[in-house]
């Protein structure tokens, strides 16, 4: 384990202790259960090239209206490379309940694979010093590593049962001391499967 990962683990921590600090502040509400979540995301971006499209899902668990946790996989896709694809497993806290519209953190842990046609230029420093082949070597080349994963959005709810999600993340990829940072803002369609309303029951 890289001292950079081992730094990110304190990181990672400090979200979930921070929505456990969110859910404990959250008042009781009669007509909560915890629930599933299913979404598809699209958007942009910054590597392979600035401006690659993205694509993906992600099913989710609502621990309470606070605090949830999440799996996602993204594929990204640019005409300068073989697509890539990034993993990661996100606990994501809410910082204030604003009706229709929920601000929110996020961050986790993954892994993160980048693959290269052979023979493709402009190869980041971070992968082009691990291929060992001779230049003009025929072939391709793909590398999984570890990831930690930050980002932050806005929770905008539609109905009782569809949410939209304009959100920002920031992948760290990790390996020997050394990692490689990409962006990306995607625009997540959730749907919830809830056993009750989330707000609550008017009197």
């Avoid at 969110?22 to 699209?42: I, K, R």
């Avoid at 992600?58 to 594929?75: C, D, K, M, N, Y």
């Avoid at 980048?114 to 001779?134: L, T």
Wanted: net charge neutral; hydrophobic share 40%.
């Amino acid at each position: 384990m890289t001292s950079r990962f081992r730094r990110a683990g304190p990181m990672a921590i400090a979200v979930v202790a921070l929505a456990a600090l969110a859910s404990a502040q959250e008042p009781t509400q009669d007509t909560w259960a915890h629930g599933t979540t299913l979404s598809a995301s699209v958007g942009a971006a910054s590597d392979p090239t600035a401006g690659a499209v993205t694509a993906g899902g992600a099913i989710g668990w609502q621990v309470t209206p606070a605090l949830s946790f999440e799996g996602t996989g993204t594929w990204i896709n640019s005409e300068s490379s073989s697509p890539w694809f990034s993993a990661a497993l996100k606990v994501q806290t809410r910082l204030a309940h604003a009706g229709g519209a929920n601000p929110f953190v996020e961050g986790g842990i993954g892994l993160y694979q980048a693959s290269f046609d052979a023979g493709q230029a402009n190869v980041p420093e971070f992968y082009h010093k691990r291929i060992n082949d001779p230049a003009g070597s025929m072939v391709g080349h793909s590398f999984t590593d570890p990831s930690v994963v930050f980002g932050g959005g806005f929770n905008l709810v539609a109905t009782r049962h569809v949410a939209f999600r304009p959100t920002v993340e920031v992948t760290v990829v990790l390996r020997n001391n050394d990692t490689y940072t990409t962006t990306a803002g995607v625009l997540r369609f959730a749907y919830l499967f809830e056993n009750h309303p989330v707000t609550p029951t008017r009197r």
